[in-house]
């Protein structure tokens, strides 16, 4: 019996010192994370592979080995440029055309890295519209949000056939999404190819895209992109690096492994399709780098370019410092 009870005492203080042993580890996890600088960074609009590269940095550590206990949180009504130029998010999702209306504007708002080379976007139509160039745009009805930069793009597309815009309908979409619409009282819209375009193939709706890319070389700018604020640079050009770092590496897994990174995106964001995703990936993944030097950079000239075609089609006051608007200074070599 005695031999017993000292069999249980001595497993018991195993336990105990396990058990001591796991607090402290815990502890020490929590002081770890504690030494982390908390920063947060605001989506431009729900989880898409847009983004994929932010959730495989955090899901696979990459900020936390730079330092940073990252957040990634959704715009909300505020949206993204507000909250990062006022500083009440640390970094944000946007678009150079944005930051350009923005800066000219007095806000500032800096582009830290392309998420994406070249603009993948464009017009899209159901293939049986026959809208097949920017001539086929006169006589249909396009569907869009009510900005002025839609009208601009369209005539400017149009012009190179002369076309007349005049001829064009415009209707506002409100929440519907492509495919309601086309099937309701739009004949075409503006798109991604990479997620609307990629669904409508997972759909089997053959549609036919009218690229902005193919016809002006200054409406090939970057969208979307990372930015933050002129303060943030200034006060803490540590983080931002660090951050910067950090989300290069969440791309470039992405780019090396976009069935992965598929995976990762759904995990943090569940609701989404689960084939449109990693149709959307294994799409957007080798778009990401595509001929850049490295992930992330970008070229005055792109700027330049498409700060003059807004200014041109008086969507600017004044003129951009381009020079401004961006940096390549936080990159990675």
Known sequence: ???????????????????????????????????LKKVTVVLDWTPN????????????????????????????????????????ADFGVSYQESITEARVQGVPLVSIAAVIQHNTSGFASPAD???KSP????????????????????????????????????VNMGDADFFTAVKRDIDFAWIYYG?????????????????????????????????????????NPDTVKAFVKAASKGYEYAIENPGEAADILLENAPDLDSELVKKSQEWLSPRYKDDAA????????????????????????????????????????
């Open 129 to 131: 519209k026959n809208i």
């Open 49 to 88: 592979t847009n983004h994929t590269g932010l959730y495989t940095a955090k899901d696979k550590g990459y900020f936390e080995e730079e330092g940073l206990d990252v957040e990634i949180i959704m715009p909300g009504e505020a949206g993204a440029d507000q909250l990062t130029a006022s500083g009440k």
């Open 294 to 333: 490295r992930w992330g950079e970008q070229k005055l000239e792109v700027w330049e370019n498409y700060a003059e075609w807004m200014h041109e089609n008086g969507l600017l006051d004044k003129e951009l410092d381009a020079g401004k608007a961006f940096t390549n200074d936080f990159l990675p070599e």
């Open 195 to 235: 997620w609307t375009g990629v669904e409508a193939e997972l759909r089997g709706e053959k549609i036919n895209m009218v690229y902005l890319t193919d016809y002006s070389e200054k409406l090939d700018y970057y969208t979307p992109v990372l930015a933050t604020n002129e303060k943030m640079i200034k006060d």
């Open 135 to 170: 001539k086929d745009f006169e006589g249909k009805t396009y569907g869009g949000w009510g900005a002025p930069v839609e009208k601009s793009v369209i005539e400017s597309l149009m012009k190179t056939e002369d076309a007349d815009v005049e001829k064009v309908s415009f």
């Open 1 to 35: 019996m005695k031999k017993w009870i000292a069999a249980v005492c001595f497993v018991m203080m195993l336990a105990g010192c396990a058990g001591n042993g796991q607090e402290a580890k815990q502890e020490g996890e929590n002081a770890d994370k504690e030494e």
